[in-house]
Structure formats: structure tokens, C-alpha cells
């Protein structure tokens, strides 16, 4: 299968071969190359059969070492799309980790995508963890996961629901409860929201939360800028592998607000690494690359409500 393309628009929806569906299932193939090899990075047990399920040729390739990898850009091969992976999975797990540590039992997985954390952390007993995200999308990982046998290592519960419209709802009805702290990741998220979805979310995010509570989230900012600039050469690269995907047409036109200042002005308390600081915590050496112009320059946050 061939991964298709779908530029985006209001309502729009999409599974894991399309539109935005399809960058979580080129996640989760990096996922799987950087649990590959002796000394793997990360430990996703879960990420290669999932992304076989999903059935795209060109990601089956990627984790498999049939594709060669290597061009002109030193961060377009197969160590390096692993490392960068590694930084940003490493960043999330600890984030949770750290949450549960700190005694929070309620954690919630934005655009939850083929993530498998409810899976394969180790979440203290009691801990409920919700995933949201397009109803086909958690439909094929729900299932897909228990033909593997896989069981969730916490209190798992899927909600279908697009967050642009009124997840929180669709949360409520899930059993989450609003007394209570809570974890939050939107990873890989908000450059494919529109602006003022993006303020919504959050709004929403705020308004659920309960004091203690914790969000960890990533953003480029001027992603669009960066996208046009840099969006053509990065879809080639991809459509050379066989992906039909237009990165510019995946991403919302328009200003939006600087993560960290609005969360800030909602009065949570925030600290920001940059990319380049995680590669180097995580002993890796952070490429002079074409594409990190574009992708590279990711800002990890993590924020807590005082």
C-alpha cells in the first residue's frame, strides 16, 4: 500500500496510509528503527507490527533496511532518523515517568496516533491513562494491539474523538476526572492543528486540570515559514521513497501563538529545551542538516499548573 495523500481542510478525517494518519505511522517506523540492533535505543516492542498492520510499503522498507537512506542530507539516514527519534521518545516517556513519580495517577495521550506508552511503560497500579484521537485510527490500534496479545499496563481507555471539535466531553464520558491531577502529551501535534484549534486545546487543557497537573508537548515555531521553505525538498525525499505526502498542505496557514507564552498567561509554569540540548543530553551529536531547518528546530515543554 501506498501511503495517500489528502490535503487538509474543516472537518477532514484520515487513517493511518493518509493525510496527518500517516505521519504517526512514519513516527512509529522510526520508533521501530530505534528499537532495531544490539544496543537499540528505545524499547517499543510494539511499533514494528504495528506499522506491518498499517501496511505501507515504503515505512515496511524504511524499518527493514531496504531503502537507502542516505543523500544529501546527513540527518536522512537510517542512525540519524533513529536518534531523533530516540530524543523525542525519551523526552515523553521520562515526562510520564516523572508524573507518576510525582504521585499523578491520570494521564491523557493527545492525537494518540500508534503511540503504545499504555502499553509498555510501567505505570504505577491504579494509573488510567486515555488516549484520543480519530475513531479509525483508535479502532485499527485497539484491535491490531490484541491480535498481538498485547494487554495495557495501565487502566487504558480509548476515546474516539477529532480535537477539533468537543473532545472534552468525549473525555468526561470516558470517566476522567477533573479533581484529579493529570498528565497530558500532545506530541507531534500542534503544527497540524489550525491556530485557533490550537489556543482551544489549551483552553481545554486548563480548564480540566486540576492542580498538580502537568502538560509535555513539542513545537517548531513559524512552522509554516519553515514548512514553506523547506517543504518541497522534504516531500521529494519522501516521494522518492514511494510516500505521496505534501508536507506544506499538512500544516495550517496562519499565525499562531507561542506555545510556552500562552500556557504561561493560563498560569502554568513552564520550561523549555531546546532539540539541540536534548541531542546532546542523550549523547548524540546534533546534525548540520537541510531538513533540521524545517523539523529540527522542535522545542520540548513541559509545564506544570502550581
Known amino acids: 500500500m501506498a501511503a ?5 481542510h474543516d472537518g477532514d478525517s484520515w487513517d493511518l496510509a493518509s493525510s496527518v494518519g500517516a505521519t504517526a505511522t512514519a513516527v512509529a517506523a522510526r520508533r521501530a528503527m530505534a528499537s532495531k540492533g544490539p544496543d537499540p535505543l528505545i524499547d517499543d516492542p510494539y511499533a514494528e507490527p504495528l506499522v506491518r498492520a498499517v501496511g505501507v510499503e515504503a515505512f515496511i522498507k524504511m524499518m527493514d533496511g531496504e531503502i537507502e537512506l542516505t543523500d544529501d542530507d546527513p540527518a536522512f539516514t537510517a542512525r540519524r532518523l533513529a536518534e531523533g527519534m530516540a530524543v523525542r521518545t525519551r523526552f515523553f ?5 516523572d508524573a507518576a513519580a510525582a504521585g499523578v495517577r491520570q494521564a491523557v495521550i493527545l492525537a494518540a496516533g500508534l503511540d503504545t506508552r499504555a502499553y509498555r511503560l510501567p505505570w504505577p497500579s491504579g494509573t488510567v491513562v486515555f488516549e484520543v484521537d480519530q475513531p479509525q485510527v483508535i479502532e485499527f490500534k485497539t484491535r491490531t494491539l490484541a491480535d498481538l496479545g498485547a494487554n495495557p499496563s495501565a487502566d487504558r481507555r480509548a476515546v474516539a474523538a477529532d480535537l477539533r471539535d468537543d473532545w472534552p466531553m468525549a473525555l468526561r464520558d470516558k ?8 498528565a497530558w502529551i ?17 483552553d481545554s487543557i486548563t480548564a480540566l486540570s ?8 513539542g513545537y517548531v515555531p513559524d512552522i509554516h515559514d519553515r514548512i514553506a521553505n523547506r517543504g518541497n525538498e522534504i516531500s521529494e525525499r519522501w516521494q ?5 505526502l505534501n508536507w506544506s498542505e499538512l500544516v495550517y496557514d496562519g499565525e499562531r501563538n507561542d506555545a510556552v507564552e500562552y500556557l504561561a498567561g493560563h498560569g502554568w509554569r513552564t ?25 529540527g528546530d522542535i522545542r520540548y515543554v513541559s509545564a506544570e499548573l502550581p
Open 4 to 8: 495517500k495523500d489528502t490535503a487538509r
Open 210 to 217: 486540576a492542580t498538580g497537573s502537568r502538560i509535555g508537548t
Open 186 to 202: 500532545a506530541e507531534g501535534l500542534l503544527g497540524y492543528l489550525p491556530p485557533d484549534a490550537q489556543d482551544r486545546l489549551f
Open 271 to 295: 520550561t523549555v529545551r531546546t532539540t539541540p540540548e536534548l541531542y546532546s543530553a542523550n549523547g548524540f551529536e546534533f546534525p548540520d542538516a537541510p531538513s533540521m531547518v524545517a523539523f
Open 175 to 182: 470517566g476522567f476526572d477533573t479533581e484529579r491531577p493529570t
Open 93 to 97: 516517556d521520562t515526562f510520564f515517568t
Open 240 to 244: 522518492r521513497l514511494g510516500l505521496n
